[in-house]
């Protein structure tokens, strides 16, 4: 119980945090700053959002960076997997990599600064969009990569009976403001209101991503093809994205998902219940 919570609260911070680093147990995640493993150093899994990552030393699991680099030194080792998306790898010769490499390249479309100031309002939601779904697609990657048995139990629960999750969702949604206003009526109640906010917040993000982990993994099957690591969630992501340009019937498909994703978390429990 208590790995879960620790689990939870790391992504509690990435989601809530843009310039703060957490480190647990020699796992290490950084936003907006480069990542350097020196050669005395043996970590777990390292993620970089918006930074390189540098390895002299040695990774025992995973390195992911989303918009960023891997540059792997003479003589560093990364033990199973490397994820990059939206960067390179750079691999000296000597270095070793246990696992399978993933590479996911995005063109540079992220408006400038002055294009932003020059193009109004078109530009700012154009910005907040691509930035919105950047953040999706690492928190995606995250996720997988952190808890992905917690996840496929989600995903797992969407599979076996889309509908009733999304009937779930439909229920969990309505008790939101009873529940509420019940925790209102006493003390302790009123403060655990945050905490109810926050639980909903977080439900809301993880069914978003498990439902396009849902999705990608359907679409790659119907081509008959194994799901790689990672790839199905950056694909139903992206689907996810584009279904909400299409007029009135996009939202809505999207809001769909959305309830039954949240409906597939809070039934699991956040993937604690098979």
Same mark, same amino acid.
């Given at each position: 119980?208590?790995?879960?919570?620790?689990?939870?609260?790391?992504?509690?911070?990435?989601?809530? /945090? =843009?310039? &703060?680093?957490?480190?647990? =147990?020699?796992?290490?995640? @950084?936003?907006?700053?480069?990542?350097?493993?020196? @050669?005395?150093?043996?970590?777990?899994?390292?993620?970089?959002?918006?930074?390189?990552?540098?390895?002299?030393?040695?990774?025992?699991?995973?390195?992911? +960076?989303?918009?960023? /680099?891997?540059?792997?030194?003479?003589?560093?080792?990364?033990?199973?997997?490397?994820?990059?998306?939206?960067?390179?790898? %750079?691999?000296?010769?000597? +270095? $070793?990599?246990?696992?399978?490499?993933?590479?996911?390249?995005?063109? &540079?479309?992220?408006?400038?600064?002055?294009?932003?100031?020059?193009?109004?309002?078109?530009?700012?939601?154009?910005?907040?969009?691509?930035?919105?779904? #950047?953040?999706?697609?690492?928190? =995606?990657?995250?996720?997988?990569?952190?808890?992905?048995?917690?996840?496929?139990?989600?995903?797992?629960? #969407?599979?076996?009976?889309?509908?009733?999750?999304?009937?779930?969702?439909?229920?969990?949604?309505?008790?939101?403001?009873?529940?509420?206003?019940?925790? +209102?009526?006493?003390?302790?109640?009123?403060?655990?209101? !945050?905490?109810?906010?926050? #639980?909903?917040?977080?439900?809301?993000?993880?069914?978003?991503?498990?439902?396009?982990?849902?999705?990608?993994?359907?679409?790659? #099957? $119907?081509?008959? @093809?194994? !799901?790689?690591?990672?790839?199905?969630?950056?694909?139903?992501?992206?689907?996810?994205?584009?279904?909400?340009?299409? !007029?009135? %019937?996009?939202?809505?498909? @999207?809001?769909?998902?959305?309830? +039954?994703?949240?409906?597939?978390?809070?039934?699991?429990?956040?993937?604690?219940?098979?």
């Amino acid at each position: 119980m208590l790995k879960r919570l620790s689990i939870f609260i790391i992504i509690l911070i990435f989601i809530f /945090s =843009a310039t &703060h680093t957490f480190a647990k =147990a020699q796992d290490i995640i @950084k936003m907006n700053t480069d990542i350097e493993i020196s @050669k005395d150093m043996v970590v777990n899994d390292v993620v970089a959002v918006g930074g390189n990552i540098t390895v002299f030393g040695r990774v025992e699991n995973n390195v992911v +960076a989303v918009g960023g /680099s891997v540059i792997l030194k003479p003589k560093s080792a990364v033990g199973q997997q490397v994820v990059i998306v939206g960067g390179d790898l %750079v691999k000296d010769p000597t +270095a $070793s990599i246990g696992g399978r490499i993933t590479q996911i390249y995005m063109p &540079h479309f992220i408006p400038s600064f002055m294009t932003f100031l020059k193009g109004g309002w078109l530009a700012l939601w154009a910005t907040i969009s691509i930035l919105t779904l #950047l953040g999706f697609l690492g928190l =995606a990657i995250l996720l997988v990569a952190l808890i992905p048995e917690h996840m496929g139990t989600v995903v797992n629960a #969407l599979e076996r009976s889309f509908i009733t999750m999304l009937l779930w969702g439909i229920s969990w949604m309505i008790l939101i403001v009873p529940i509420a206003v019940l925790l +209102a009526i006493s003390i302790i109640g009123i403060i655990l209101i !945050p905490l109810e906010i926050l #639980l909903v917040v977080l439900a809301l993000i993880i069914g978003y991503i498990a439902s396009g982990i849902f999705i990608g993994k359907n679409i790659l #099957l $119907s081509f008959k @093809k194994l !799901p790689p690591p990672f790839i199905d969630a950056v694909l139903g992501i992206l689907v996810l994205f584009m279904i909400g340009f299409v !007029p009135i %019937v996009g939202p809505f498909i @999207k809001a769909l998902f959305l309830i +039954a994703g949240f409906g597939a978390v809070l039934t699991t429990r956040f993937g604690t219940i098979k």
